[in-house]
């Protein structure tokens, strides 16, 4: 238990906004869950309405709870990290590691690793739990954040959100583009037949909005290297837009033909190779490179040596 004392010298503002400009640390609906749970006293008493006004000289306490821990168990499984302080982890995720528990995969995830590799986390909403703020699909490989306390999970939400974060993947495609680079701006939602997957709906027909801007970086025949910057985030975005523009990711199982290209792909061949934010504390540029997987790698060697392209 966290026990806060504040003398309020400002005249009538919220309790919930003038608690979330005092304590930054805290998010508004950390505290607004703080404030419905009686954890909040003005005056003495305990205050249950986030909408009460506050007035210069009153005084307030707060009782914050030991962060409950999380139901899920802490797993020993190996993490490849890229960057770590008592703020920010960011790691280069496997392929085969799905990142949160989920119907199907209840345990064995990036989540419980974490749990063993952070035991002692601060708690996000209450909950000793680490803050994920965008996922990698199963297969994709490559960097992905985690926010390891409240602050840092509420700046970087304000990040994804403002698109001021920069998020670049390195894919492979069927196909030979016609141009040099594009972009696609075309809303995504669930598919309304096969509910496992996403697909190019309007915004009226539920999609969200979605943008992928692409480039060639190498041609290689048939198959060709791509860069994906996202300016938003939607579950499979990368794989769908490409699907689309008539170049799907090569090994994709969901968005492509899926025909053999000769090398054991564990699955799609897209990585999330850089990472660039802003430090939730210092406010620097934190920016990391993820490894390009060795399967990876192979596939772009047997690509080159067919069409006589030696490295």
Request: aromatic share 4%.
């Amino acid at each position: 238990m966290t026990e806060i004392s504040l003398q309020v010298e400002e005249q009538g503002e919220r309790l919930d906004r003038y608690l979330a400009e005092k304590l930054t640390d805290l998010s508004r609906s950390r505290i607004q869950q703080l404030i419905e749970q009686g954890n909040i006293q003005v005056n003495g008493k305990v205050c249950t309405s986030k909408k009460a006004n506050v007035k210069a000289g009153d005084r307030i306490m707060l009782e914050i709870p030991a962060a409950e821990p999380l139901k899920l168990q802490a797993e020993d499984i190996p993490l490849d990290i890229l960057y770590e302080d008592d703020q920010l982890l960011i790691l280069n995720k496997a392929a085969g590691l799905v990142v949160h528990p989920a119907p199907g995969h209840p345990d064995g995830t990036l989540v419980n690793a974490i749990l063993a590799h952070c035991p002692n986390l601060p708690g996000i909403g209450g909950v000793q739990r680490p803050g994920i703020v965008h996922r990698l699909d199963k297969d994709t490989t490559g960097a992905i954040a985690i926010a390891k306390t409240e602050l840092a999970h509420q700046h970087l939400q304000a990040q994804l959100k403002a698109k001021t974060a920069r998020r670049e993947y390195l894919g492979i495609v069927y196909g030979a583009p016609k141009t040099e680079s594009g972009t696609v701006d075309l809303a995504i939602g669930r598919h309304p037949v096969d509910r496992k997957k996403m697909a190019i709906l309007s915004v009226e027909q539920g999609g969200r909005s979605a943008v992928t801007h692409w480039r060639v970086l190498e041609r290689l025949g048939n198959y060709t290297l791509m860069h994906f910057q996202l300016e938003t985030g939607r579950t499979h975005q990368i794989r769908v837009h490409s699907s689309h523009i008539g170049h799907p990711i090569v090994g994709d199982p969901v968005y492509s033909s899926g025909h053999s290209v000769g090398v054991n792909l564990p699955g799609q061949a897209l990585h999330a190779w850089r990472l660039r934010l802003r430090h939730p504390l210092s406010g620097d540029w934190v920016e990391v490179t993820a490894p390009v997987p060795e399967t990876f790698t192979t596939l772009l060697e047997v690509l080159r040596r067919r069409i006589g392209i030696s490295r």
